[in-house]
């Protein structure tokens, strides 16, 4: 998995104003598929988001966690459920990508 710096990641969805998590999500999702060969490409990700009106993201945010916890990471999907549920989604990103730079899987 690519490793990414958080505070970069947190910089750049600032600076682009919401732009850089869209991108992190494609990117992530393809690296997830990559590895662990479930799920679809990041731009039909995306645009299943939409077409579902954000509900497969909520999916995707424990699916996501289940994929990390196959590659050796902590099995961190509930929580992952559990801050999308309550509106605390953004930090799943963040998340998610540290889960991810700790990992030796490329």
Not at 16 to 32: A, D, K, M
Not at 49 to 78: M, P
Not at 84 to 99: K, P
């Amino acid at each position: 998995m690519k490793k990414r710096s958080i505070v970069m990641m947190f910089l750049l969805s600032i600076i682009t104003f919401g732009i850089y998590p869209l991108y992190w999500y494609c990117s992530f999702q393809n690296q997830l598929k990559k590895n662990t060969g479930k799920g679809f490409g990041g731009f039909v990700h995306l645009v299943v988001t939409f077409l579902t009106f954000g509900l497969y993201y909520i999916v995707w945010n424990y699916k996501a966690g289940r994929r990390l916890a196959e590659l050796g990471a902590q099995d961190n999907s509930t929580l992952y459920l559990v801050l999308t549920l309550i509106g605390f989604s953004w930090l799943n990103m963040f998340l998610m990508q540290s889960q991810a730079n700790q990992l030796q899987v490329k």
